[in-house]
């Protein structure tokens, strides 16, 4: 079973505005962590943001937002004020707690296109 | 600066050569990790490294291996590759083995082809 599901493949939003990238996830563990990851046309892997399974408030980073939504197991990713440069892929993953933490699992992806 | 290194960046092989891609951290990090990535599948696990000379299977490690002799390095083997490997690698790395917190360091990516 995917333990990760992003539906959106591909999303796109005009400059300035803000954007939601969705993600799903199924564990049966307590703890986790929940982490946000960018991909640019260049290649690398940009650690955006993270949210522990505990943490009492939504995390936060600059324009990046995540709206944790515990028991609907879901862990959105909100752009506030896109600019050009956000577009890229965006990966959401999971860590989960059993088994010393080792298992750290990607979703798809979305394809996020900023328009001018 | 902290990073993850991973040679060679590009590379065209044939079947059945063997071939290495290497890659090392100087961040003393415990946890390292291999990841490939297709197009609509996202990045899945090969092989993960808990410590030096602890290693285990990820989700897709046919036809691949692994050592971790030293804690900076965290090789990637292809005994003999098959155009099915040809993918876009990714070695990565995390301070904490046993925690949930700590996000992965990313190596720049190999792009591999098989021909």
């Known amino acids: 079973a995917q333990k990760i599901t992003q539906t959106q493949p591909g999303m796109f939003v005009q400059e300035k505005e803000a954007v939601t990238l969705d993600c799903t996830y199924d564990?049966?563990?307590?703890?986790?962590?929940l982490f946000w990851y960018k991909q640019p046309s260049s290649g690398e892997m940009i650690f955006l943001i993270y949210?522990?399974?505990?943490?009492?408030q939504n995390a936060t980073e600059g324009r990046y937002s995540l709206n944790f939504q515990k028991a609907r197991k879901s862990a959105n990713l909100v752009i506030s004020a896109s600019q050009l440069g956000d577009s890229a892929m965006y990966f959401c993953a999971m860590r989960e707690g059993y088994n010393y933490g080792q298992n750290f699992v990607f979703g798809p992806g979305t394809r996020l296109s900023v328009l001018p | 600066e902290a990073q993850v290194t991973q040679n060679p960046r590009y590379l065209i092989t044939v079947t059945g050569k063997k071939l290495t891609v290497t890659c090392s951290q100087n961040m003393n990090h415990e946890y390292m990790s291999w990841y490939r990535q297709d197009p609509g599948l996202g990045l899945r696990q090969i092989y993960y490294s808990m410590n030096v000379e602890v290693t285990d299977k990820g989700d897709v490690p046919e036809g691949y291996k692994v050592s971790r002799k030293e804690k900076r390095n965290f090789p990637l083997i292809l005994e003999s590759p098959s155009p099915n490997q040809t993918s876009l690698y990714f070695c990565?790395?995390?301070?904490?083995?046993?925690?949930?917190?700590?996000?992965?360091?990313f190596g720049e990516g190999s792009r591999l082809t098989v021909l």
């Open positions: 564990t049966s563990d307590p703890s986790y962590g």
């Open positions: 949210q522990g399974s505990y943490d009492q």
């Open positions: 990565a790395s995390s301070r904490r083995t046993g925690q949930i917190t700590g996000e992965l360091f």
